[in-house]
Nanobody, 114 residues
Framework: VQLQASGGGLVQPGGSLRLSCAAS????????MGWYRQAPGNQRQLVAD???????NYEESVNGRFTISKDNAKNTAYLQMDSLRPEDTAVYYC?????????WGQGTQVTVSS
């Protein structure tokens, strides 16, 4: 399974970005897709994830600002990030759990700065 993440960049505070994570390869079933982030000096932490049934889970600081969704036909997850803050600056990583195995995508940098 390969994961292709995209959509990071530089945005001003209050702005928006949309991240995408496309899974490809030998995929029988995807159990969960999610996004983690890691800022310099910090541990990688969960931002949001979504189960195969569509149940979502958000880290408290992004609740109400970020929205995770998925397109099952495309094996793709999206993270819509609105009202971005400087503290959202980090490398964002896509994670997929498929057939009880965990896969990570390459990181994509999100920088929120004026």
């Amino acid at each position: 399974v390969q994961l292709q993440a995209s959509g990071g960049g530089l945005v001003q505070p209050g702005g928006s970005l949309r991240l995408s994570c496309a899974a490809s390869g030998s995929i029988f079933s995807i159990d969960r897709m999610g996004w983690y982030r890691q800022a310099p000096g910090n541990q990688r932490q969960l931002v949001a994830d979504i189960t195969s049934e569509g149940t979502t889970n958000y880290e408290e600081s992004v609740n109400g600002r970020f929205t995770i969704s998925k397109d099952n036909a495309k094996n793709t997850a999206y993270l819509q990030m609105d009202s971005l803050r400087p503290e959202d600056t980090a490398v964002y990583y896509c994670r997929v759990i498929a057939s009880f195995k965990t896969y990570w995508g390459q990181g994509t940098q999100v920088t929120v700065s004026s």
